[in-house]
């Protein structure tokens, strides 16, 4: 398991100044929290949005919990990042296993973006049937209900 203390002399993460707390805690509550709204609304008519929408609205709200509890802030490769500082910091196997299925989902979901660019088919694929958007719309909204919000949930009880 990596330790903080290789991660801040790798300048992966830093501690968060006294004065700059109040902004960066903002910033993320909003974030997590507009990321959320978008996942949820977006299911149906944007389900690969949703998805990545509630995957950072996960990631977000990990980062909030970092610096509200413990002070830290992710400066570099900031997602595998801030899952190593979760693994080190998270005795909950369970919601350790939440975010690292919204990783995988959103990963997923980047690969698909990325790869439609390169063919559109991919992209006529999807846009262009019924049972593509459904399929899509049922992940989506099993993503944010089984991961997402369930995450959400625990890690606002670990903030308070």
């Known amino acids: 398991m990596v330790k ?18 109040p902004r960066y805690l903002d910033f993320y509550n909003q974030s997590y929290t507009d990321n959320l709204k978008h996942a ?3 299911m149906n008519h944007f389900p690969r949005w949703s998805i990545i929408s509630g995957y950072y609205a996960m990631h977000d709200i990990s980062k909030l919990f970092i610096a509200k509890v413990y002070r830290f ?8 990042t801030t899952i190593k500082v979760l693994k080190e910091l998270l ?10 299925e919204g990783y ?3 990963s997923n979901m ?3 973006l990325k790869d439609a660019k390169k063919e559109r088919v991919k992209v006529q694929y999807y846009t262009g049937t019924e049972f593509m958007k459904h ?7 099993e ?13 606002l009880k670990l903030i308070k």
């Open 73 to 80: 802030k992710i400066d570099r490769e900031v997602h595998a």
């Open 4 to 21: 903080t203390g290789l991660l801040l002399g790798e300048n992966k993460i830093s501690r968060i100044k006294e004065t700059e707390l």
């Open 143 to 155: 993503f944010i209900q089984d991961n997402v919000k369930a995450y959400i949930e625990k890690m």
């Open 104 to 106: 995988e989902n959103y």
């Open 40 to 42: 949820i609304e977006n």
């Open 91 to 100: 005795k909950d196997p369970e919601l350790l296993k939440l975010i690292e």
């Open 135 to 141: 399929k899509y719309a049922k992940k989506a909204e």
């Open 110 to 112: 980047d690969e698909d």
